[in-house]
């Protein structure tokens, strides 16, 4: 079955104990996104990957940190987590390359992260 | 950059009536596509339509459709015959080089 796999689905943890969000995609697909969702912001991107080695910047980046070092996996890392990092996370995966505008996102379950 | 906005945060409906969920974006580019997304209780992520910003005729899917109006960068979801099922968190989201998604809208749908 195709799907993207995210773990873990509920995780409460500390201010500062470093954490990973693990995500994994068996559909090839090259690009591969995080997202965080607050109420009354909608999803927000976090950082996304084009393709194996290659990550770029989303719209709130800061805290967090991505690698992409096999195409199938795209974990997120947050090394120091604060509060406000309290949130429900998505990672999302899709084809790239010309015209993949019309691509539409595989979602995750959703991490449902707490820090206190 | 691309913003995406739902003016709706709330919005109710009696089974088996029709709805409309608004959505507007802002952009300079040319080639795009639109989506929209359902979130039911579950909080998976579900693709509702998707439309290209290149053709005029606006995309259905059995009960959903959408008005898709380039000019005034709007791009609506309409819920025909509206069910108990369709209660969801409903997010539109505008594709480029970048994915931004709107706010979202609850929809709650009256027995």
């Known amino acids: 079955e195709a799907q993207v796999t995210q773990n873990p689905r509920y995780l409460i943890t500390v201010t500062g104990k470093k954490l990973t969000v693990t995500c994994s995609q068996n559909m090839n697909h090259e690009y591969m996104s995080w997202y965080r969702q607050d109420p009354g912001l909608g999803l927000r991107q976090i950082y996304y990957s084009m393709n194996v080695e290659v990550t770029d910047k989303g719209d709130v980046p800061e805290g967090y940190k991505v690698s992409r070092k096999e195409k199938r996996n795209f974990p997120l890392i947050l090394e120091s987590p604060s509060p406000n990092q309290t949130s429900l996370y998505f990672c999302?995966?899709?084809?790239?390359?010309?015209?993949?505008?019309?691509?539409?996102?595989?979602f995750g379950n959703g991490t449902r992260l707490t820090v206190t | 950059a691309q913003t995406v906005t739902q003016s709706q945060p709330e919005m109710s409906v009696q089974e088996a009536e029709t709805v409309t969920l608004s959505c507007t974006y802002d952009t300079s580019e040319s080639d795009y596509y639109l989506f929209w997304y359902k979130q039911p209780p579950s909080r998976q992520m579900i693709l509702v339509i998707r439309q290209e910003a290149y053709k005029q005729q606006n995309a259905t899917e059995n009960r959903f459709s959408v008005n898709f109006q380039k000019a005034a960068k709007s791009f609506s979801l309409k819920i025909s015959d509206s069910q108990l099922g369709d209660a969801a968190m409903y997010f539109c989201?505008?594709?480029?080089?970048?994915?931004?998604f709107g706010e979202g809208t609850q929809l709650t749908v009256n027995p």
């Open positions: 989201a505008y594709r480029s080089s970048r994915l931004t």
């Open positions: 999302a995966s899709s084809l790239n390359g010309v015209g993949y505008y019309n691509s539409p996102l595989h």
